[in-house]
C-alpha cells in the first residue's frame, strides 16, 4: 500500500523507485507475499501507462547472539531487474521474483555466520 503521498525517488528524472508500506512481521515469507501483493497493484498501474523494468527490492532485520549479547544487521535482498510490457503476466513476474528473494534469505541464514531472520 502507498502512503498518501506517494514516496518515491527517481535519478535524474529516469529511475524512480517506489516504497511500499508493508506491516512489519516474524515470517520473511508473509513480508514477501504482503510486498508482492503491494507491488502487483502498483506495477499494474504503471504498465497501463508505458512499459516499465521492475526490481522488488526488501530489507530484514537479522540477530544473532554474541558474547551474550543480541546484535541486529540489516540486509537488502533484490530480484532480477526484469522489463515488463503490457500485457505481461504480472504474477508470473512476481512469482520469480518472490522465489529468487527466497532462495536468497535462505542462503544468507545458511551461510552468513549465524544470522538468523
Not at 516474524?26 to 501483493?37: E, G, P, V
Not at 546484535?71 to 531487474?81: A, D, L
Request: proline share 2%; charged share 25%.
Amino acid at each position: 500500500h502507498m502512503d498518501a503521498e506517494e514516496q518515491c525517488n527517481s535519478v535524474s528524472g529516469y529511475f524512480r523507485s517506489f516504497v511500499l508500506s508493508v506491516e512489519k512481521s516474524s515470517d520473511y515469507d508473509r513480508i514477501l507475499s504482503d510486498s508482492c501483493a503491494a507491488a502487483r497493484q502498483k506495477i499494474g498501474s504503471l504498465l497501463l501507462l508505458h512499459p516499465i523494468k521492475a526490481q522488488l527490492v526488501i530489507s530484514l532485520s537479522f540477530y544473532k547472539h554474541v558474547h551474550g549479547e543480541k546484535e541486529t544487521s540489516e540486509k537488502v535482498f533484490r530480484s532480477i531487474c526484469e522489463p515488463l510490457l503490457y500485457g505481461d503476466n504480472v504474477d508470473q513476474y512476481l512469482g520469480r521474483a518472490k522465489s529468487y528473494i527466497r532462495h536468497g534469505i535462505e542462503t544468507y541464514e545458511r551461510l552468513g555466520s549465524g544470522w538468523i531472520f
